[in-house]
């Protein structure tokens, strides 16, 4: 029977997990962010518990669960005003390819680290010149005896200080064809050759944004993952988690701006009620409400199906729960600010911030407009038009 609520394991999960990340909160995260410190306690702490690897098999760490999980892990966290960016990089993307397609050598040698926090990896597809048309990336690995050297630049890779290895889409050429296919190579962030610079960015956040540098670096034959030619199979493989933690990111942030716009508009006394006795405050709340509802019931589809293996329905659903989820984040939080007033743009509300945090979901890791392409291509059968 189909069900439209989350099995009893899926609400108890998000009650550990919002408990957890309460002792934190926003505070604690947005003092780390202003001092230059990091995440890292609490990071090791979703690992200890088993949540950072929720969706990783048991043998190598994990919990043995889905996407759906690892999400609902995210959501919880940013709706406690403690959004963790690397969740949708290093579990999600790297640990669902490495999963899926690393050797077992590789899969004992990273998931562990990756489950209990202490060999975070980050993921580096970005350049600047290809920018959303990743087909064009140039990053090069070219075959050096045994083993592999990259050249190339990435950009706006988050989380490299706090990576041990960054896993890179690089294009290697075809022995037979000469074509170059894309390929994905661990790479420690202390390889010699391996620079990072971080970006000065407006988001309040610990976790930080790359360029990265990649000069003559030289690997081992086995930083490959997987196979050589299954380069393409295995990165659209990491997409649709990506997009479905990217969802569960944004739902987080829209839940933690709404609660703290209705607890405001319940406080606040400016004419004898509350401001949110006037409709022109409660109404845009109660939207943001329903929006954030149909965003996490697309979320959730969305994991649903790709935890049942259907790939390509998974597809469309996360595409779009993405895309939901992003313009119900920006929505609550520009509806967050104006029902505070000027306290709205004060560090010590700390509304202004999430502006710049939710709309991020609007660029990152694919654009509304990339999705409104797919779905005005594959859903509509539009024609392609770029
Ligand atoms: C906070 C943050 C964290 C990130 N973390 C990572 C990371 O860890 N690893 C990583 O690899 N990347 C990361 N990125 C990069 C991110 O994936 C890219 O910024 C994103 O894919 C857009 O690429 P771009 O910035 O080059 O924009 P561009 O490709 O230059 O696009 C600019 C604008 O043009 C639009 N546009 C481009 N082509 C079309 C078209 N055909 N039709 C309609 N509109 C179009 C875009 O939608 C966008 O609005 C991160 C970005 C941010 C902001």
């Not at 390889?191 to 540098?213: C, D, N, R, W, Y």
Request: proline letters at 4%; aromatic letters at 6%.
């Amino acid at each position: 029977m189909t069900t439209f609520t989350e099995t009893e394991e899926r609400q108890e999960l998000r009650a550990a997990v919002r408990r957890l990340a309460s002792k934190y909160g926003r505070d604690w995260f947005t003092e780390k962010a202003r001092s230059g410190g990091k995440t890292t306690d609490l990071w090791l702490e979703i690992g200890k518990n088993g949540y950072l690897g929720i969706n990783i098999p048991e043998q190598y760490g994990g919990g043995g669960g889905g996407i759906g999980d690892i999400a609902a892990v995210c959501e919880e966290l940013s709706a406690q005003g403690c959004p963790l960016l690397l969740m949708v990089v290093s579990p999600a993307i790297c640990g669902t390819i490495i999963s899926r397609y690393g050797t077992e050598e590789q899969k004992q040698r990273w998931l562990p680290g990756l489950c209990d926090g202490t060999g975070t990896m980050a993921f580096a597809i970005t350049e600047p010149d290809a920018g959303t048309n990743t087909h064009n990336i140039t990053t090069t690995a070219r075959r050096d005896g045994d083993g592999w050297v990259l050249n190339g630049r990435k950009i706006y890779i988050s989380g490299v200080d706090e990576a041990d290895n960054v896993l890179v889409v690089a294009r290697a050429e075809d022995a037979k064809t000469g074509k170059l296919k894309p390929c994905l190579f661990v790479v420690p962030t202390d390889a010699p050759g391996l620079e990072a610079k971080a970006i000065a960015m407006e988001i309040v956040s610990p976790e930080l944004q790359f360029q990265v540098f990649l000069d003559d670096v030289r690997l081992p034959a086995d930083a490959l993952v997987g196979d050589e030619d299954g380069g393409l199979v295995q990165l659209f493989a990491g997409l649709n988690p990506e997009r479905i933690m990217a969802a569960a990111f944004s739902t987080g942030l829209a839940r933690y701006a709404l609660d703290k716009a209705t607890a405001y508009a319940k406080e606040r006394v400016v004419f004898k009620t509350p401001i949110g006795a006037h409709q022109a405050v409660a109404h845009p709340l109660a939207q943001s409400h329903i929006e954030i509802e149909l965003a996490r019931l697309m979320t959730q589809k969305a994991a649903a199906l790709y935890d049942a293996g259907d790939d390509l329905g998974a597809g469309e659903a996360a595409n779009m729960a993405k895309y939901a989820a992003a313009e119900a984040a920006c929505d609550a939080a520009d509806r967050a600010v104006q029902t505070h007033g000027g306290n709205g743009i004060t560090q010590e509300y700390g509304m202004a911030g999430l502006l710049v945090a939710t709309r991020a979901g609007r660029i990152a890791p694919v654009s509304r407009e990339m999705i409104l392409n797919f779905v005005s291509m594959h859903s509509l059968g539009l024609p392609k038009s770029y």
